[in-house]
């Protein structure tokens, strides 16, 4: 995996072979990145300044880029002749095992999407699903080509960020931090039991990373996660919201309506701050991406 | 277990002896609600109808009521003398295997609270655990002599009511209903996968009880559990919130911030209406129990 | 104002005399709206029948319409040559009132965004204000000319809904109704007080409808507003929230965190079913858009 | 009104000649906390050395504190013997006004409360109303006796907070703040307008203390209120929702559903910190009293 300071000190040409194929088979990219660029302080820095290139160039670079993105499930695939990137994509989604039925939808939807539109349908499958992918065709084959060629930039910025996620590492500064709010009667809920747990992709199994309480002001002491340990992907925490209501005598039912609640959410960007909080009375509760 | 066309059959001597340990060593209780129950349609109804001879009662009926309940892990507990129900609930709390340390702890705040108070600490432990045991323990230490006989009472209707629960079947009129509003784009969430579990007790699995999606109403076709179905105990809905919004085409992060959302939580009364609703945008969601 | 069952007698010559003008300067999509219509059963309807011969139209035609929409206190605007519908527009949003620097300022946006996308800046403006406006002239030069072509025509659409609705009937199909949710007790609010007012467009005074009290179930009794009563514009439901936990017994503060609750919103559209619940303990509440 | 620091400078008879009154015809209450007292750093800590001593006071004198207060719209009221307090906290419910049948039906519910529990109804009224009062006599002639002793002694507590803001100056520890997400898009509010207003309680307008705009991260800069600007009392913030989002081009309605939202609540203790944040999408929103 690059380092940050790796990239900061590369030329131009080690630069474009290590982020050339950050959009697909467009090097010029990287190319115009280097150019413009000053130091790189993040990987959030640099996706940006790689988009920026994008967002500037002619409309008919930008349909280039699009074009040059392969059919999902598409004669490429099968041929085997997708970049290293596409074909790790399209296998996690799960596009390398389909059956013959779902191989002939998505021939016949890349069929339909190509006439309508004059260029492939692009989706960010690393994380998708056939059924995403299928139904994400239905739902677009329904858009303008103007809406279309929005989405589609969209989608290859996307698969763009997710490529540098895998390339750089990222830089310490994310964090995750929480807070717990009792709605019930208006106050932080104090000494509430709190675990965060992430999904291990690999395994499947979901690890425990912290086994803690709230302080008096119903936050952790110090960030959930930090720095190195700031990673993207699933995780979990659970909260013992009917035991603290038990213990402070808050009315609740023989078998509470709340007892351990869970809030599972994703981590896309591992440099961002993630404020995740709980607010919660023994019967409702709500979380949001806070900041 | 009992069944309610049973129970409305029986004269009081059956009666009583079917329900005279709903309220602990007090048979009175159901010996007055005998005299003046109506048909009982619903365990609810039932336990509203001993409820109701408890509050009926005596200042000093209701202290004797009290004061006939066991210390938690007290002498009577060690001496193997508690009523089934008591030996069952104390049991399933976990206090059958305390620690030397934990024992005393115990002694210690048993003594203690009587001593301020003059009748024993009442909590209903069936689903609870050493630590909300003990925690509640010092915050009601706190209270006042009358509000702990206030709280003292509410835990005392608490305990009848989950040992109705276990002796009689109850009646098949609740139902668990759902519905998920799309609070991005304020519409009903149609479509959206929705699978629903319950915790097994015994073998601590969570078993699927339903796997489907929404209509175009962001409802259930017909209530997730109904009649026999509806049962006491956990459960948990999950629902496909990431890939909702990835096919709709509303923008979402590369590791979407919700993915899969589960909500768990308690159904304490099998023939009451539990609607559980989602609201959610890809960076927020909310429920509570509705009606 | 137009019957829906006098839209459905006419000719086509009547038709389009009627809604020529509701798409700007392009009387072909009431002329291609009326042959493919069959009865209109509501103005929802027919927005939808026009808006489907647009979006079936080709994208020259789709140019067309775009292009024929004026500047935004533009040349045309100042020459008085502005169609009846778009000077009604432009004046409520305050554009016939511009200081000299507004005016300069809306010229130069107006020219850059012309010279950027080769089209007029189009906004629906009739609820808008001057701040909103050339808020909305910022953020939109940043985007790509494919997103500007599809929010142009998302702008497009809501002006002609907006016609529409001032020139046709609605259909007496549309409701608002209301739910409480007490979310400290996880019960139906009953016996809240509720009133609802409107906001008299003309006079700004806000006219009051209704005054009433939830029912045991935490609903109005019937709709708060339906049939003819159901028109768009703004509403404000206010809640005694404050009275009602103090009646109830719930513990709020000497001067309660919530008291009077107010929940302000508009309705779009009179056909449709609004629901608009309030969730709320003595220190939180929420409401969304049901349905 | 009396400053903190002169508070502290007082000998006893000066103490409780200025706070005797506090708990009503109970001046025993301030010598003991004279004695126990330390520096009174704020009226929060006065308030809760002078409660400590009720708490740890006999339940004799408990009973006696209690029945020391007048009923409402009582005897003494009509004959004009109340304290000082009393009269003014009875005449601000509107009690000085009652029709016949209103009195009457005091006079009833007065007789049947002291009849079931054999001491006065006390509900901290200042604030209340005679809908209130009356409503909360109907749901608490239904309590048990214990259950009315907690809650008599915790309305003598509000009570005397109620006159201890009266009476003494507030230090000026406390602040407001606020915070506004975007949760349509998992974003800080970023140049959302925000206003503020307090409830003149004399002449019942509204009082405009600040208009401002959100920063880049939701939050004003520095508090809202703060010092000697906090102050008890009902406040509004109202924010330009509709307009937000117009500008970030995200879609709404021609007549948003969300244009300006109001936010209603009461400072109850202007030593502390209110934290009141606005979460909201186009079609939803929710707030709570936070930390």
């Given amino acids: 995996m ?26 010029w990219i990287a190319e115009r ?19 920026r290139e994008v967002d500037a160039a002619s409309e008919a670079e930008q349909l ?21 990137e596409s074909t790790d994509e399209q296998a996690r989604a799960g596009l ?10 998505f021939t016949r939807l890349n069929g339909k999407y190509r006439e309508k539109f004059g260029f492939p349908f692009i989706l960010a499958v690393r994380n998708a699903s056939k059924h995403i992918i299928l139904g994400a065709f239905e739902t677009r084959l329904h858009n303008s080509r103007n809406a279309e060629l929005a989405a589609a930039l969209a989608q290859v910025h996307k698969i763009a960020w997710m490529r540098i996620r895998l390339l750089v590492r990222h830089s ?35 690890e425990e990373l912290l086994a803690t309480h709230t302080n008096a002001d119903g936050r952790l002491d ?40 869970p809030l599972r959410f994703g981590i896309d960007n591992p440099e961002a701050h993630y404020h995740v909080p709980l607010l919660c009375s023994p019967w409702s509760y709500s979380t949001y991406r806070g900041s």
Same sequence: chains 1, 2, 3, 4.
């Fill in 64 to 84: 280039d880029l699009i074009t040059s993105h392969p059919d999902l499930a598409g004669k490429a695939a099968l041929a085997g002749e997708l970049t290293a």
């Fill in 33 to 51: 990145a280097f150019r413009n660029k000053g130091e790189i302080v993040s990987i959030t820095a640099l996706a940006e300044a790689m988009k």
């Fill in 222 to 261: 110090g960030p959930a996660l930090a720095g190195a340990d700031m990673r993207d992907g699933e995780y979990e925490f659970t909260f013992g919201v009917g035991e603290y209501f038990s213990i402070a005598g808050v009315p609740t039912a023989g078998t509470p309506f709340l007892r351990e609640v």
């Fill in 96 to 105: 390398g095992s389909l059956t013959p039925e779902e191989m002939e939808r």
């Fill in 172 to 206: 310490p500064r994310g964090k995750l931090t929480c807070h717990v709010l009792d709605t019930a009667r208006g106050t932080p809920a104090a000494h509430m039991r709190v675990t965060l747990r992430r999904l291990d992709q690999t395994s499947g199994a979901w």
């Fill in 2 to 27: 690059l380092e940050l300071t790796a990239l900061n000190e590369m030329n131009e040409a080690a630069f474009v072979g290590a982020l050339g194929g950050v959009y697909e088979k467009s090097p």
